[in-house]
């Protein structure tokens, strides 16, 4: 590892450790808003089945997403942030 990259990594787990304590803020910050997989069924008015089905996932992910066990990624994500904003793309998308 070249000293460069070294003093890079360095500066950066200082940095780190300055915003842990409090004592400086960081530059940017980034939120990803998990999706409440419950409340969109239940605005959806499907069955966990349904909605994993609709989705092709299994059951018991749905399952677990409801529980916080396992947050959506990726496309599902993506997919139950749409249709939290958009429930009438329900019935187009789980034909």
């Known amino acids: 590892m070249g000293d460069s990259i070294f003093n890079d990594l360095y500066a950066s787990m200082k940095e780190a450790e300055l ?20 409340a969109i069924r239940a605005q959806l008015d499907v069955s966990q089945k349904e909605l994993a089905n609709a989705m092709d996932v299994s059951l018991d992910t749905v399952k677990s997403w409801e529980q916080g066990r396992r947050n959506p990624t990726g496309l599902a994500s993506k997919v139950l942030t749409l249709l939290s904003r958009e429930p009438g793309l329900y019935t187009k998308f789980s034909v």
């Open 19 to 38: 915003i842990a304590k409090g004592e400086m803020k960081p530059a940017n910050v980034t939120r990803y808003e998990i999706a409440d997989v419950k």
